[in-house]
C-alpha cells in the first residue's frame, strides 16, 4: 500500500512540474555558458529551511502522515548538517528527532540522520537515511524525498515531499 501511495505522490510531484515548467534545482551548465554565471544562477545557499509532507509504512507508525520541519546549514558546496522535527499523525502520535548529515551531488542529497522517535513506544534511537532530489520553482525548491527509519529493530519506510527555500 505504501508503494502506491509513494507511486501516486510521484505522480501528483511530476504533474505539477509539468504544469509550471520546473526546471532541476542544479540545471547541467550548457556548453555556452560559464563556471561563474552558472555558480551565481544555480549555486547553493547556505541555509535551508523546509516543511515536509509525506506518509509512512504499515509497521510501526501505522500508515500515518508525517509533518516537519528541517533546517540546513552547508558548509560547503557538497556537505551540510542540520536539525528535523517530524510529528506523525495516525493511531498512533510519534515525533522524531533528527540531525542529518548531508551530501550533495548536483541536484541529489544524500544524507544519514541519527535521532530519535518518542511515541507511543516510548523514546526509542534511531537512525534515518535518505536521498530527495531538488527541483526550483521560482526561488523555491522542491524535493521529493524518501526516508527509511530504523528504530528498535523495525524498519520505517517514510516517502514525502519537501517543500522549501534557500537563503
Known sequence: MTRILFVELAVLVSAVFSTVGASPAYAEE???ESESV???AHGFHPNFLGAFVGVT???RREKGIPLGIEYERRL???IGIGLVAEYT???LDFWVYAVPFAYHTGRWKLYVAPGI???DHGSEPLIRI???Y???VGEWEISPQLDLDFVDGEEVLVPGVVFGKGF
Do not use: I, L, M
Request: aromatic residues 12%.
Open 30 to 32: 550548457s556548453e555556452h
Open 38 to 40: 552558472h555558480e551565481a
Open 57 to 59: 509504512s504499515e509497521s
Open 76 to 78: 560547503n558546496k557538497y
Open 89 to 91: 499523525f495516525g493511531d
Open 117 to 119: 522517535e518518542d511515541g
Open 130 to 132: 535518505g536521498a530527495e
Open 134 to 136: 531538488a527541483y526550483e
